[in-house]
């Protein structure tokens, strides 16, 4: 069947109707929820951990605040897919604003090329910061996004049954892609690879399909990266991140574009069964996929499980900051998240550009010493907090001066 473009009548018959809503709070708190936990990142509750031995409680944060290394999940595992989610969640809101505006479909879709090539240059900017030269790379948040967005873009104008058949297609597609690529014999040399020796985490049977390094995601990056300028030969990634990833997380993106499509449709009210039903779904049928063997529920290499998984999660907190904030109305607490999720992108780039001059200029104008006030333990943890509040601060100022940093 020939794919051709929307017309002009099309997107006017598909996309969301132009008529202003009023500003999702609970969208925003979710999404300075996501970004505060990624700039946590400062406070290195693992190194607390590592000073406290057997202590449950530092255990238990710094667990949350590490990915785990294979299959499961942890609160920082969520950062990713939440960011990816988000972005489907707010491109109801955007097309309908710029429809109002008097936009045309040409224009908008310029913009979403315009957006995910710079998306992608800007995560490949970030990758490269430490690095001799480009480091191209393509796992990171910002290039994942960047990969899938004009697609999803195009979904936002269609109806919605075009949504499901397209996150069925994907996720089915991909599975398959990896479930026919043949696992590696028995004398096959992880560690070759990048895989520790005394890993835990591999699986026999069909579920081989997705082991670490061994798999067809890494074989196209083998291939893929290769092609690209690099200081040496690519062979794995450590962490077992994977370029094609964006396909499956398009498919996390799309099903934020339906929870963005229902918020928009009930508004003022919250489609919060819905919004229920979904997470109790996608979690659901995660877990089933991976204690069945059927394809295990990997964030790292995001599997299709990983996507319903982290899906289902995301519809969960989704549903959990609107009924605070927009049923209950509880929103003078969330003012901190607000000032963090309306500036998502600046608040990004600061975690990643900022951090290192924040902590030379402590270090140089209080001293060395200046967080152990409550102990060396605790001292990385004070240090971040401190760190996290300067981020913050240049956020409020950029938010009370509307300054709103947008790709």
């Excluded at 040496?232 to 574009?257: E, H, K, Q, R």
């Excluded at 549903?319 to 209950?328: H, L, P, T």
Aim: aromatic share 16%; glycine share 10%.
């Amino acid at each position: 069947m020939q794919a051709t473009l929307p017309s002009a009548t099309a997107v006017r018959q598909s996309a969301p109707a132009p008529e202003r809503v009023s500003r999702n709070l609970g969208v925003d708190t979710y999404r300075g929820f996501v970004m505060l936990l990624m700039m946590a990142e400062v406070v290195q509750l693992a190194r607390v951990a590592h000073a406290f031995p057997g202590n449950w409680f530092w255990s238990f944060l710094a667990y949350h605040q590490t990915h785990t290394d294979w299959a499961g999940c942890s609160l920082h595992d969520t950062i990713q897919p939440g960011f990816s989610f988000l972005v489907g969640v707010a491109l109801p809101y955007s097309i309908a604003s710029r429809l109002a505006k008097g936009a045309t479909f040409g224009r908008m879709l310029g913009h979403a090329l315009w957006r995910s090539l710079l998306l992608i240059a800007l995560g490949i900017f970030l990758r490269s910061m430490h690095s001799p030269q480009t480091n191209f790379t393509f796992e990171d948040t910002l290039t994942q996004i960047g990969l899938g967005y004009p697609l999803l873009f195009l979904l936002g104008f269609r109806p919605p049954r075009w949504h499901w058949y397209a996150l069925a297609a994907i996720l089915t597609g991909y599975w398959l892609a990896w479930a026919l690529y043949p696992v590696p014999g028995p004398g096959f040399d992880y560690q070759a690879v990048g895989v520790p020796a005394d890993w835990q985490h591999h699986y026999s049977g069909f579920a081989a399909h997705w082991n670490k390094n061994s798999n067809l995601g890494n074989a196209f990056d083998q291939w893929f990266l290769n092609l690209l300028p690099r200081v040496a030969p690519f062979v794995a990634n450590n962490g077992g991140y994977l370029t094609l990833s964006f396909i499956p997380t398009l498919g996390t993106m799309i099903l934020g574009l339906v929870a963005g499509r229902w918020l928009r449709a009930s508004a003022p009210r919250m489609p919060m069964q819905r919004l229920l039903i979904a997470g109790a779904i996608g979690i659901a049928s995660g877990l089933l996929l991976h204690f069945t063997g059927i394809c295990p529920v990997v964030k790292r290499i995001w599997t299709p499980s990983w996507t319903l998984f982290s899906g289902g999660l995301c519809f969960l907190f989704l549903a959990g900051f609107c009924w605070v904030i927009e049923v209950r109305g509880y929103r003078k607490w969330a003012f901190p998240l607000v000032v963090i999720g309306m500036n998502s992108m600046a608040a990004y780039l600061m975690a990643h550009l900022f951090e290192r001059f924040i902590l030379d200029s402590f270090r140089i104008n209080l001293g060395a010493h200046a967080f152990q006030m409550f102990g060396a333990g605790v001292e990385p943890l004070v240090r971040g907090m401190a760190v996290l509040l300067v981020y913050w601060l240049m956020l409020f100022w950029m938010y009370r001066r509307k300054l709103f940093l947008r790709v």
